[in-house]
């Protein structure tokens, strides 16, 4: 997304001149580099790991009326958000984390239907508490569309109509700078992650067999630079400006 490539932007002005950018640019790449590093470690374990971080970087901002209080309310959030996704795709989602070692346990149609509704209900109940109206009409048109799509379209749609665009609104809005000067910034970065995770593909498929799939190799790559991305967003969330979002 056109947002994760701002990452070395804030996190070059979070440092404040005490760090130079190659050494910025050199610990970004060597988190990248320690998280590819990990699913040869424990494949699980990383895919738990970038779920539970994927869950509190949604739970940030999708939740940002909280203005940076009450975390725990955020990580269910995303945690619920995460999985409504997978249990309304379930067959899917077993058949794209199986590669990692994660086996999920079998329910039948009835009872994926019953926990999907819990779940979109508990979305509607944090989402109703801590946004405005807008905002929750929104997200839970965007979840019922995706019932019926693929899980990975399903999911895009969320994290393009509703995640990344209300991300580039803060950024745009917390960093008083227009469209287009985000845009020229980010544009070289996003160009460099979408050829990380080409090359990172690439290199997983020859290395071994398990990865063939073009979906975990995918999960692969937005584990390794989530991670860096969630820092860099949380810090401007925390720090960049003190005005209230999306209000």
Do not use: C
């Amino acid at each position: 997304a056109w947002h994760t490539g701002l990452d070395y932007y804030l996190t070059v002005k979070s440092s404040a001149g005490r760090l130079s950018k190659k050494t910025i640019l050199s610990i970004y790449i060597g988190i990248i580099l320690m998280v590819i590093a990990g699913w040869y470690i424990s494949p699980a374990l990383i895919m738990f790991s970038f779920l539970f971080n994927a869950a509190f970087h949604f739970g940030e901002t999708d939740l940002i009326m909280l203005n940076g209080k009450k975390i725990i309310p955020r990580i269910f959030y995303g945690i619920s958000l995460i999985a409504f996704y997978f249990t309304s795709h379930f067959k899917e989602a077993y058949n794209y984390l199986k590669p990692f070692g994660i086996a999920l346990p079998s329910i039948i149609s009835t009872n994926e239907i019953i926990i999907s509704v819990i779940l979109f209900t508990l979305i509607a109940l944090f989402i109703y508490a801590y946004a405005n109206i807008q905002s929750t009409i929104n997200l839970l048109l965007i979840l019922l569309l995706g019932i019926k799509l693929p899980l990975i379209l399903a999911f895009g749609i969320y994290y393009i109509m509703i995640h990344s665009t209300n991300a580039w609104s803060d950024l745009r809005d917390g960093l008083n700078l227009s469209n287009n000067t985000l845009i020229k910034m980010a544009l070289p970065f996003t160009f460099a992650g979408v050829l990380f995770i080409t090359i990172a593909a690439g290199i997983f498929q020859k290395l071994d067999s398990i990865y063939n799939e073009p979906v975990p190799l995918v999960l692969m790559g937005l584990a390794a630079i989530t991670l860096p991305h969630t820092i860099a967003m949380s810090y401007f969330y925390r720090n960049f400006s003190k005005k209230d979002f999306r209000k």
